[in-house]
Nanobody
Framework: QVQLVESGGGLVQPGGSLRLSCAAS??????MGWYRQAPGKGRELVAS???????VYADSVKGRFTITRDNAKNTLYLQMNSLKSEDTAVYYC??????????????WGQGTQVTVSS
C-alpha cells in the first residue's frame, strides 16, 4: 500500500523558515512534488522534482524555496525561507511516475498546514 506521510508544518513568523518532509513507502516514484491550497483557491504546484534531480518551481517561490529528495530514503523535502503571509496554505505531497503524474493514478498525502503570521 502506497503511503505519503508529511511532517514539518506549523506556525511561523513572516521572514522565517520551515522545512517540510514527505516520507514515501510502498513504491518508488519518478516524480514527486509539493502543491498548496489556500482558502478559496485551487491547488497550485509549488515545486516538483524527478528522481534524476530536474526541478520545476512556481514563480512565486523561486529564490525562496528549495525542493530536494533523498532517493535512498525515499523522502521528499521542501525548504521554505523568507516566508510570507501569502504562503499560508495546506501543503500536499504528490508522487507518481512520468506516466501517472497528471492522472488520477498519482498519489497524494493528507496535507500539512503552514501558517505564516505574526
Amino acid at each position: 500500500q502506497v503511503q505519503l506521510v508529511e511532517s514539518g508544518g506549523g506556525l511561523v513568523q513572516p521572514g522565517g523558515s520551515l522545512r517540510l518532509s514527505c516520507a514515501a513507502s510502498g513504491g518508488f516514484f519518478s516524480v514527486m512534488g509539493w502543491y498548496r491550497q489556500a482558502p478559496g483557491k485551487g491547488r497550485e504546484l509549488v515545486a516538483s522534482i524527478t528522481s534524476g534531480g530536474a526541478t520545476v518551481y512556481a514563480d512565486s517561490v523561486k529564490g525562496r524555496f528549495t525542493i530536494t529528495r533523498d532517493n535512498a530514503k525515499n523522502t521528499l523535502y521542501l525548504q521554505m525561507n523568507s516566508l510570507k503571509s501569502e504562503d499560508t496554505a495546506v501543503y500536499y505531497c504528490k508522487a507518481g511516475s512520468y506516466g501517472t503524474w497528471n492522472t488520477k493514478n498519482s498519489y497524494w498525502g493528507q496535507g500539512t498546514q503552514v501558517t505564516v503570521s505574526s
